[in-house]
C-alpha cells in the first residue's frame, strides 16, 4: 500500500477555519492553530493504525491475533478522542457540536449490545473448542488407538457438526436471556451444543446484528464546511471516531457468529479523509473473503472458525476409513490429523479467554466515554 500524504487532510478539511484565521486578530487565535494541528494528528493517528491493519497478509486477516489488533486500534482512537472533547467542552451546549457529540454517543449505545451479541458468540466458539478438546484428548499420546476411543471422538465430531450447521441454518431462532457484562453468571454444562445454543444468547430473539448496523451506520455523512467552522473542526474529530466505531463493529459482526449476521452494509466516505483509503480497502478484502466458495455460508469469517471446519471434516473423512484392527499406517495418518487438530485447539483454548476480555474492555470504555462526554455537556 502506497504510503499517505497525511498533509491532504489538512488542505482539504481543515483550511476553511485556518485561512479565516489567517485574516484574524483575535487573542484565541494561537489556540485555534494549536487545535487544529491536534485534530490533524487525531486523522494521522487513525490512518496509521489502519494502514499497519491493512497491511496483514490473508493468513492474518480476522484471525484472533487481528481482532486483537482490531480492538486495540478501537481503544487508542477512543482514548484520544476522549481528549479531544474534554479539550473542547465549551463548545458542548452550542450548535452544532452538540448535536455531533450527541449522535456519536447514542450510536456508542447500539454499540453495546453488539458487544454482548459478540461475547456470545465467543461462548458459542468456546463450545466448539470444548468437542475438538474432546477429540483431541480421546486420540493424542494413546499407545494405541482402539475402537472406544474413535467412537468417543466420532460422536464429538457429529455434535460438533451439528452445533455449526444449526448456527449457519438458523442463527436467527434463538431463545432470550438477560445477560450483560455487568454480570458475572456461570453457564452450566448441557449435554448438547442444542440446549447450549438455546440459552446462552443475551440479546433478544428477533435481536438482528444486520439491523444494529444499519441503526449505528444511519445519517453518517461528513460535515458540512460551516459545521467544521463552526465547531473548531470537532464536528471532523467526531466523524471519524463514529466512522471507526462503524467500521469496528461491522468487522466482529462479520467475524464472529451472530444473530442475522448481514455483510451487506455499504461504507461511504469521502477519499479526503486520509483513513478512508485503509478502511475502505479492508471493507473489499473482508467481503472478498466472504465470498470464497468455502465461506459463502460461515457462521463467521474468523480464521479459526475455517480451521475448526477444515480439521473436522479431515478427521470426520478418515474415521470414515477405519476398520480394526488398525494397521500402521492407518494409525499414524491418525496421529498426523490428531496433531493438526490440536494446533486449532490449543489456539482457540489460549485465544478466546483473552479476545473476550477484550470485547468486555470495550464496552466498559464505550461507557464510561459517554458517561463522562454526557457529564461535560451537562
Known amino acids: 500500500m502506497p504510503a499517505t500524504d497525511f498533509s491532504t487532510f489538512g488542505r482539504?478539511?481543515?483550511?476553511?477555519?485556518?485561512?479565516?484565521?489567517?485574516?484574524?486578530?483575535?487573542?484565541?487565535g494561537h489556540e485555534g492553530t494549536s487545535q487544529e494541528l491536534e485534530l490533524e494528528a487525531f486523522q494521522k493517528q487513525v490512518a496509521e493504525?489502519?494502514?499497519?491493519?491493512?497491511?496483514?497478509?490473508?493468513?492474518?486477516?480476522?484471525?484472533?491475533?487481528?481482532?486483537?489488533k482490531l480492538l486495540d486500534v478501537f481503544l487508542s482512537c477512543q482514548e484520544q478522542f476522549k481528549s479531544i472533547v474534554s479539550k473542547n467542552k465549551g463548545l458542548l451546549n452550542k450548535s452544532p457540536a452538540d448535536r455531533y457529540v450527541m449522535e456519536y454517543y447514542e450510536r456508542s449505545v447500539k454499540a453495546l449490545d453488539v458487544c454482548n451479541a459478540i461475547r456470545d458468540g465467543i461462548d458459542l466458539i468456546r463450545q466448539w473448542q470444548k468437542q475438538l478438546e474432546i477429540v483431541y484428548y480421546a486420540l493424542d499420546n494413546q499407545r494405541s488407538i482402539g475402537e472406544g476411543q474413535i467412537r468417543r471422538s466420532m460422536k464429538a465430531l457429529i455434535d460438533l457438526a451439528i452445533g455449526m450447521i444449526d448456527e449457519k441454518e438458523s442463527n436467527s431462532s434463538v431463545a432470550h436471556r438477560n445477560r450483560s457484562f455487568g454480570r458475572n453468571n456461570a453457564q452450566k454444562d448441557h449435554n448438547s451444543l442444542g440446549q447450549f445454543?438455546?440459552?446462552?444468547?443475551?440479546?433478544?430473539?428477533?435481536?438482528?446484528?444486520?439491523?444494529?448496523?444499519?441503526?449505528?451506520?444511519?445519517?453518517?455523512?461528513?460535515?458540512?464546511?460551516?459545521?467544521?467552522?463552526?465547531?473548531?473542526?470537532?464536528?471532523?474529530?467526531?466523524?471519524?471516531?463514529?466512522?471507526?466505531?462503524?467500521?469496528?463493529?461491522?468487522?466482529?459482526?462479520?467475524?464472529?457468529?451472530?444473530?442475522?449476521?448481514?455483510?451487506?452494509?455499504?461504507?461511504?466516505v469521502t477519499r479526503q479523509f486520509i483513513w478512508a483509503a485503509p478502511v475502505l480497502a479492508l471493507h473489499e478484502r473482508i467481503l472478498e473473503e466472504s465470498r470464497k466458495r468455502e465461506r459463502r455460508n460461515a457462521c463467521g469469517l474468523l480464521r479459526e472458525i475455517n480451521k475448526i471446519e477444515i480439521c473436522a471434516r479431515h478427521m470426520n473423512e478418515l474415521t470414515d476409513t477405519i476398520h480394526f484392527p488398525l494397521s500402521e499406517e492407518k494409525e499414524g495418518?491418525?496421529?498426523?490429523?490428531?496433531?493438526?487438530?490440536?494446533?486449532v485447539y490449543y489456539g482457540l483454548k489460549d485465544g478466546l479467554g483473552p479476545l473476550e476480555r477484550q470485547v468486555r474492555e470495550v464496552f466498559h470504555r464505550i461507557v464510561r466515554s459517554r458517561t463522562e462526554g454526557l457529564d461535560s455537556i451537562g
Open 12 to 28: 482539504s478539511i481543515l483550511s476553511l477555519r485556518r485561512d479565516q484565521q489567517v485574516h484574524s486578530m483575535e487573542s484565541g
Open 197 to 268: 445454543r438455546s440459552l446462552s444468547w443475551s440479546v433478544s430473539r428477533n435481536w438482528s446484528a444486520a439491523k444494529q448496523l444499519q441503526a449505528i451506520g444511519q445519517n453518517l455523512v461528513a460535515p458540512k464546511n460551516n459545521e467544521i467552522t463552526a465547531t473548531n473542526g470537532l464536528a471532523v474529530a467526531v466523524f471519524t471516531m463514529s466512522y471507526v466505531l462503524y467500521f469496528v463493529m461491522w468487522t466482529l459482526v462479520a467475524a464472529i457468529p451472530c444473530q442475522d449476521r448481514g455483510l451487506q452494509t455499504h461504507f461511504h
Open 333 to 343: 495418518e491418525v496421529k498426523q490429523r490428531v496433531q493438526e487438530l490440536g494446533i
Open 49 to 68: 493504525l489502519f494502514n499497519d491493519l491493512a497491511s496483514a497478509d490473508s493468513d492474518q486477516l480476522l484471525s484472533i491475533p487481528w481482532i486483537h
